[in-house]
């Protein structure tokens, strides 16, 4: 999930992902753990449909 298209949220990929954990209980890895660029976050899918779900209307509620 990149995060440049959404600079509007004015904080870096590591503040996002503490965002998550903090109001959503949503784990996520900033992409600056692979890259030398904190612009972006990466998730998983190996879960079920439903946690997917859930974390898929964490994500929008977060970035709106």
Not at 20 to 42: C, E
């Amino acid at each position: 999930v990149s995060l440049s298209r959404a600079s509007r949220l004015k904080e870096t990929a590591h503040q996002f992902c503490e965002r998550g954990i903090a109001q959503h209980k949503l784990l996520s890895i900033p992409g600056k753990v692979f890259s030398i660029r904190d612009t972006h976050v990466r998730i998983s899918f190996a879960v079920s449909d439903a946690n997917l779900d859930r974390g898929l209307d964490a994500l929008e509620a977060m970035m709106a």
